[in-house]
């Protein structure tokens, strides 16, 4: 799909999509095209006597005459003063996925901004082609058959804008950040016996051509290291167990501390020994939902040539039960020393991060580190799908992972840590213990991981169990499983707040 920028224009072929404000106030360029249309435009919407302009609605005229459009859609665009740059971005995204597969071959877009809202025409230009590119991805590598049912027909995508400069300048940094939750979308998309551990480490190697540098450590290096935890969980399998380091050195000053994410990438999660039931286990293939969330953001940083030191790195296992799989009870010894009985292999997780957490401190000492992870599914039972939890021992990093969020549309909640959880996690024989009892599952797993988190060290941990793919219903932004969550918020917090 082509996405460019022009002068709006009214007079073209193909699909052409203006705003209605509430209360069914046409814009001005949908004003123009209705007097081009000699009016067919509001018979139209008066005609449907439901359309009133709110978010959402459409009204959809095909070849009216006076205009070239084989269609117009008039969108309704709500209230002014309501309409956002998310608001922008589902415009855009619902009209793709309206006519994705309709037929139509190119869409251009003729909205002004309706009369209230504080967008500045570049910028609603730019946000109309971030929602209508995300909602324009398709993972179709595997379908041979009846491809028309699912490929998408749409070929171009014009967006009208008084401020093509604008609009194109903004748009540089924004695609690249699209492509980069494509990434991330097509790593939880693939099946796990294509995208194993180290199939995983040669896509990440594939972007040292943006410029990351990009280090590979596998079982012989980690063992080294003691990484007894991270071991532990990839011990079972087949495949053998990654560390990947991505470096994206774009700070003027060349020697300043990095900003550092790291990624929980289960490349598929059996559960272990403690085997996972059958139907829990579909959609396992996900559980490295962390680590391509990481991979798209060190993508973006790079793409978009970010003035920042960063480093990305994820622990790349798969969680399997066979003869030398790590048994419920075993102890295993973690790469800062501290012991941990292992009493639920399917809680395998934390133990990846673990090891990764102390490697990345101890090598990189960053400015903060946040993990990311399909950690629990008790975070769903907290917080369903629409909001990623979130807990941190910084107020301020907790602050502008919150606001970067919302900025993107990822939002995300933070929930406590504290002793009285702490305790949850004390082991009969080891340090502790990598579950705790029936309740509070995600704020145990996060003071597991905080025993992780070196002092003084500003940290934050996002569970994204519940965010990271959809089953079923759509998100406006997504049209199905891999939603790539997280590489905006982190690009967006990066771009806010980390860039000199
Ligand atoms: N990968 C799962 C968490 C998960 C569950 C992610 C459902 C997405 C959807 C994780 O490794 C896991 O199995 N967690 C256990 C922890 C328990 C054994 C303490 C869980 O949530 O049940
Ligand atoms: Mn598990
Ligand atoms: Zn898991």
């Not at 046409?26 to 919407?45: E, H, Y």
């Not at 251009?108 to 109309?128: R, W, Y």
């Not at 759509?474 to 997280?486: A, E, I, N, R």
Request: aromatic share 6%; charged share 20%.
């Amino acid at each position: 799909m082509q996405l460019s920028f022009a002068a709006p224009s009214l007079n073209s072929a193909g699909a052409l999509v203006l705003g209605v404000q509430a209360g069914g106030v046409f814009t001005p360029l949908a004003m123009d095209a209705d007097r081009a249309a000699g009016g067919a435009l509001k018979r139209a919407v008066d005609a449907s006597s439901k359309f009133q302009g709110k978010t959402g609605q459409v009204v959809e005229v095909l070849a009216p005459q006076g205009l070239k459009a084989a269609r117009v859609l008039l969108v309704g665009m709500g209230k002014g003063e309501d309409f956002n740059t998310g608001s922008a971005e589902r415009l855009g995204a619902s009209v793709v996925a309206r006519l994705y597969t309709s037929g139509t071959a190119a869409i251009v877009f003729a909205v002004d901004a309706p009369k209230g809202s504080k967008f500045k025409p570049g910028a609603l230009a730019a946000h109309l082609a971030m929602g209508a590119k995300l909602r324009s991805y398709g993972f179709l590598h595997y379908r041979t058959k009846a491809r028309d049912e699912y490929e998408s027909t749409i070929k171009s995508v014009t967006i009208g804008t008084r401020d093509t400069a604008a609009a194109k300048k903004l748009w540089a940094t924004m695609d690249a950040v699209a492509d980069s939750v494509f990434l991330a979308r097509d790593l939880i998309n693939e099946p796990p016996n294509v995208l194993y551990p180290a199939a995983f480490a040669t896509r990440a190697k594939q972007l040292s051509k943006l410029g990351l540098k990009v280090e590979v450590l596998g079982e012989a290096e980690m063992k080294k290291l003691g990484m007894g935890s991270l071991l532990g969980v990839g011990q079972g399998s087949e495949r053998e167990s990654q560390l990947v380091v991505m470096r994206w050195n774009g700070a003027r000053k060349k020697d300043e501390a990095p900003i550092a994410f790291v990624g929980k990438g289960v490349c598929f999660d059996s559960g272990g020994l403690s085997l996972k039931p059958g139907a829990s286990m579909m959609g396992m293939k996900g559980d490295m939902g962390g680590a391509a969330a990481v991979t798209g953001t060190m993508r973006a940083l790079a793409a978009r040539k970010a003035r920042v030191n960063a480093v990305g790195v994820i622990g790349l296992v798969e969680n399997m039960p066979d003869g030398k799989a790590m048994r419920p009870d075993d102890v295993v010894t973690s790469m800062s020393g501290q012991t941990i009985e292992v009493l639920n292999t399917d809680a395998e997780g934390r133990l990846v991060l673990a090891d990764a957490l102390t490697y990345t401190q101890r090598k990189f000492k960053p400015k903060f580190v946040i993990d990311l992870a399909t950690l629990t599914g008790a975070i769903m039972v907290a917080l369903g799908h629409d909001h990623a939890g979130l807990f941190s021992n910084n107020d301020q990093l907790s602050t502008r992972i919150t606001d970067a969020g919302k900025a993107v549309g990822e939002p995300v909640w933070r929930l406590p840590l504290g002793d009285a959880y702490d305790k949850l996690i004390k082991s009969k024989i080891a340090d502790m213990k990598n579950i705790g009892g029936p309740y509070a599952g995600s704020i145990v797993a996060a003071q597991f991981l905080q025993r992780f988190v070196e002092k003084g060290q500003a940290w934050a941990h996002l569970d994204i169990a519940g965010v990271a793919w959809q089953d079923g219903e759509h998100k406006p932004l997504s049209p199905g499983w891999g939603v790539g969550w997280g590489v905006r918020t982190l690009d967006r917090l990066v771009a806010d707040n980390y860039e000199k």
